[in-house]
């Protein structure tokens, strides 16, 4: 018999299967389930719908994989792409006052996210140490964003504030938390879902060994339907598959703004008649976002 679950973990060669009626199971993959595909999108990873057999109580064996709507890829440190995630409807970036957000991450993580494609949204999390830490680069942070058309929402995982608000972008969707380490995406994930210890304990049970720590991805099914993934915290993030054309929706006030350039292969840099250098120095452009955009769009270049 041929069945449909979903991968709620990965272990190596092993996978941990969310059922249709939300039990966990465990199950060994075959080797290059997608032959068709390239080496680094041939295992199943968290998110993947996948064909298992069962072949007895104990074993079952997945056979093949479901054609993907998206996957997030990053380098990995050899600078060869790696799998986070697939079947993304939305990706919440998570920041915080500490660790002190890193807007260039912020804006890889837009590139890559448009080139899935799938939804932003930006959660301020760690609202309660406000007014204490780094409360204007916080303010301005959300300001900018907002400005460019991207949800933010402020939350505090330990106080309960704006958990609400996180819930009604969750319905019928599956997200994906990500982020820096540290800044609180296990603590909402756990907000959000008051039950995951649980949870967490009963995926270590049927992989049968601790597994406590953010250390791979899990994807957790949410009692209003939907499904959230915690994602391990990363150092630092590269749009593996930013594409030129994303480009536009990652970075809006740039791209509209080059159709003014006066070279239409204007490359902002040091070009006359270059409206973005113009909107930069008007303050409707911050440098910063320039400098990452032209940074994103050299890589698509080279790749
Ligand atoms: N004050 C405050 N602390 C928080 C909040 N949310 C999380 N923390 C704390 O921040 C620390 C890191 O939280 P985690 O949820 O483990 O962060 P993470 O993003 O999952 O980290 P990784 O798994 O390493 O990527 C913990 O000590 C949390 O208690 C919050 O809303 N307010
Ligand atoms: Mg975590
Ligand atoms: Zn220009």
Partial sequence: ??????VAARFGAELILRMGDGELRRAVARRNLAKDQPPHLRAAVCGDFVNFEDHSQ???VVVGLRPRKNILLRPNHRGRPLATAANIDQVLIVIAPCPAPDLRMIDRYLAAIAAMPSEAVIVINKVDLLETARDEL?????ALYTGLGFPVIHVS??????IDEIEKHLQGKTTLLAGQSGVGKSSLARALIPDID???GQLSAVHGEGCHATSLARLYGLDSSGELIDSPGVRGFSPYQAKANALAVAFP???GEALH????????????????????????ITSTRLRHYLEIYAETKRS
């Fill in 261 to 284: 350039c006066r070279f239409h292969d204007c490359q902002h840099t040091a070009e006359p008649g270059c409206a973005i250098k113009f909107a930069v120095n008007e303050g409707r």
């Fill in 1 to 6: 018999m041929n069945e449909v679950a979903r």
């Fill in 157 to 162: 995982a330990a106080t309960g504030e704006g």
């Fill in 253 to 255: 006030e740039i791209t």
């Fill in 58 to 60: 104990e074993k079952r």
């Fill in 198 to 200: 649980i949870r967490i």
């Fill in 138 to 142: 916080m303010e301005s942070t959300a």
